[in-house]
C-alpha cells in the first residue's frame, strides 16, 4: 500500500468511501464531523461547505422548476394552437371551402410557436440566465410575503 498520496488521489479515494459508506444507509452529522476531523478539517469549514452545498442544491432545484414551468408555458401554448388551428379549419371548411385561408393565421401563429418552443427548450445562454434569475426573484417575493 501507499504511504503518501496526491491530493486527487486522496480526494477520489475519500469520495468513494463515503459513496460506499452512505450506500449502506445515510452518514450522520456526528459520523461526518468525525470524518472530517480525522483528515484535519475544521468544523467552521465543513459548517461552510455544508451551507454552500445546501445553497447549490437550493439553486439546482429552482433551475428543475424554471426549466419545468417554461415547459409547460410552452405546452400550454402549443395546446392552444392545436384546438385553434381544428377549430380554424373546421370553420374554413364550412365558410369557404374553396379558398383555404385558415392557413394563413396559422403559418404566423406557427412561427411565433417555434420561436417560444427554441426559447422554453434552451437551458442555457445569457438569455435563459436573465430570465431564471427573473423568474427566481420573483419566486422568492411570493414566497416572502
Not at 55 to 74: I, T
Not at 89 to 97: D, E, G, K, R
Not at 99 to 121: D, E, I, N, T
Amino acid at each position: 500500500m501507499k504511504e503518501r498520496f496526491t491530493e486527487e488521489e486522496a480526494h477520489a479515494i475519500l469520495n468513494l468511501a463515503v459513496e460506499q459508506a452512505a450506500s449502506s444507509g445515510k452518514i450522520t452529522r456526528q459520523q461526518l464531523e468525525s470524518i472530517a476531523g480525522e483528515i484535519g478539517i475544521a468544523t467552521e469549514d465543513l459548517a461552510r461547505a455544508e451551507h454552500e452545498w445546501s445553497a447549490m442544491q437550493a439553486l439546482e432545484a429552482d433551475r428543475l422548476a424554471y426549466r419545468a414551468d417554461r415547459r409547460r408555458g410552452f405546452y400550454s401554448h402549443l395546446a392552444g394552437y392545436g384546438l385553434s388551428a381544428g377549430f380554424l379549419f373546421t370553420l374554413n371548411a364550412i365558410v369557404s371551402p374553396d379558398y383555404w385561408w385558415a392557413v394563413f393565421p396559422l403559418l404566423a401563429w406557427g412561427l411565433g410557436l417555434s420561436f417560444h418552443g427554441l426559447c422554453a427548450l434552451r437551458e442555457s445562454g445569457g438569455e435563459y440566465d436573465r430570465g431564471f434569475a427573473l423568474w427566481r426573484a420573483r419566486r422568492q417575493l411570493k414566497l416572502r410575503g
